[in-house]
């Protein structure tokens, strides 16, 4: 690899030395995946307001451009700019935005391109921190690039990184919403008022070192490394709708421990928590022993440990969440019913919801402690929209083999939606309505770290979708690049990106 490639620990120190002297550093920071003319005319007008010229790269486990993307990986990329007789300096940054670049660079001039002069490039809305950054730094911004060009179009007409299927369906989108107008779709949630009520739990990951079987009752020893308790289920969605509708409340059960109301309050926006503690409920945790991660594998996990309570909420619980589901259903755009199956959604309870909700979408789902008695057709017969995964769809309809297409459009009649889905993990994604039918979207997920969550995910754009009425290609595809983000997470230890999610869908558009 070339001198001029350094590693970025390293970097601010290089850059320093080079400095001495008086010299003005200028600063191109990018993905630069495909070095076309552009490209070159970018660094060359930027080398010349300057003596040196560094580029950092976005490494590419950071970058959200759609699937297959980056296309040359960060040696590639590096080792490319590093060629160009205009750059003195290449990085790459292990960081998803430009703000630790600048920082150790501390340019006299950060450059960017000329399509971000109005903004209408920064499909991240980082820009305004980056020109913070650079002037935190004493530097100044300048516009460059009198030719542009799109690595990302060019990639995609010349070097297909999708497949046939997802291009079609990235082209059918296209034709009724432009990059652009996503983007306004998105941002319009906004404004969005959305009540999860559901099962609130806490995924608690124990990570162990296997040692081997004890001599003496020839059972798996384990050495402990370390442990961290997550929110999830009814909580990893809100966190999730949170990052885009800043209004959504929440209303589960806890119990009276402290560790879960600090968990709570940490993980929600001040005054969207509506739930009900009890010191007779107990606060339910899975616990996951697994193995220590290995990076760019999928985790492993050893076994789990679930603590909870049997049967349904206490009288008085449920009599306390009637109560404020009847102040905070009427001022909802959207309730999402997240049911696990752990006592919540007594029947009282989703009969209340079934008849007030303004729109009601249900994920019915199956787990260990619920399996084949939590079954969506049986437990509710309204619902504008719905999403089940094959296990959930096999027990609904009761028959090992069944023909998933007609069993989803069967479902949705039962249940009267407007939007139905069917997740199967690494296979396909199938989306239904009675006005556009059947849509088809393959996984996006490059590299699977941990399924746990990606359904979740998956329903949370979802109902943000339907609630705003998008077209039910667009909304498959949002509920897709949600996923895809999720396993890439160990369980649900943060919530997905809205940055993230619209850089991967308006680089799908574009």
Same mark, same amino acid.
């Given at each position: ?160 990184? @999708? ?10 989108? /296209? #034709?009724?919403? !432009?990059?652009?107008? %996503? &983007? ?103 616990? @996951? ?10 985790? /492993? #996990?050893?076994? !789990?440990?679930?603590? %909870? &309570? ?115 993990? /690494? ?7 009675? &006005? ?75």
């Amino acid at each position: 690899m070339s001198a001029k490639v350094q590693p970025f620990d390293r970097l601010g120190e290089t850059v320093s030395r080079l400095r001495r002297g008086g010299k003005r550093v200028v600063h191109c920071h990018g993905t630069f995946d495909l070095i076309h003319p552009g490209h070159l005319v970018h660094f060359e007008e930027a080398r010349s307001l300057g003596d040196i010229l560094v580029v950092t790269l976005t490494a590419g486990n950071h970058v959200k451009k759609g699937p297959g993307r980056p296309f040359f990986n960060d040696r590639l990329r590096a080792k490319f700019l590093a060629g160009l007789s205009c750059v003195d300096l290449v990085s790459v940054v292990p960081f998803p935005a430009a703000k630790e670049a600048i920082e150790a660079v501390r340019p006299d001039i950060y450059c960017k391109g000329m399509e971000y002069r109005d903004k209408t490039g920064d499909v991240s809305g980082k820009l305004s921190e980056d020109i913070r950054t650079v002037r935190r730094c004493r530097g100044k911004v300048a516009y460059v690039g009198s030719v542009v060009f799109s690595s990302s179009k060019l990639l995609r007409d010349g070097l297909e990184t @999708r497949s046939k299927a997802l291009t079609q369906l990235c082209t059918r989108i /296209s #034709k009724h919403t !432009s990059a652009e107008k %996503l &983007r306004q779709a998105v941002e319009g949630f906004r404004d969005l008022r959305i009540l999860v009520v559901g099962d609130i739990i806490f995924d608690r990951y124990s990570t162990v070192v296997t040692q081997g079987l004890t001599s003496k009752n020839q059972i798996i020893s384990c050495r402990f490394v370390k442990e961290e308790t997550q929110c999830g289920g009814a909580l990893a969605v809100c966190r999730h709708l949170q990052q885009f509708a800043p209004r959504t409340q929440i209303l589960g059960a806890l119990g009276s421990e402290a560790w879960a109301s600090r968990l709570m309050d940490q993980a929600t926006k001040k005054g969207t928590n509506l739930s009900v503690s009890h010191p007779d409920y107990i606060s339910i945790v899975k616990q @996951r022993f697994v193995d220590p991660r290995v990076e760019g594998k999928e985790l /492993s #996990k050893l076994f !789990s440990v679930n603590y %909870l &309570r049997e049967g349904d909420i206490s009288p008085g619980m449920e009599k306390e969440v009637l109560r404020r589901l009847r102040q905070a259903v009427p001022k909802a755009d959207a309730v999402i019913i997240m049911d696990f199956g752990h006592g919540l959604l007594t029947p009282a309870i989703r009969k209340y919801l079934q008849k007030e909700a303004r729109l009601l979408v249900v994920n019915c789902q199956t787990n260990s402690n619920n399996f084949a008695f939590n079954l969506i057709n049986r437990k509710y017969h309204r619902a504008d929209a719905f999403a089940v995964d094959s296990t959930e769809m096999h027990l609904a309809v009761g028959k090992k083999k069944i023909h998933f297409e007609k069993e989803l459009k069967k479902l949705a009649r039962t249940l009267r939606v407007k939007r139905a889905w069917l997740t199967q993990g /690494s296979v396909e994604t199938l989306g239904w309505s009675p &006005r556009e039918g059947l849509v088809r979207c393959e996984p996006l997920a490059k590299a699977v770290v941990d399924t746990v969550g990606a359904g979740d995910a998956f329903i949370s754009m979802a109902t943000l979708a339907v609630a705003k009425g998008l077209p039910l290609d667009l909304a498959t595809l949002l509920g897709q690049l949600a996923g895809a983000e999720a396993v890439g997470i160990v369980g649900n230890e943060k919530p997905i990106s809205k940055t993230s999610l619209l850089k991967g869908a308006m680089s799908l558009l574009s």
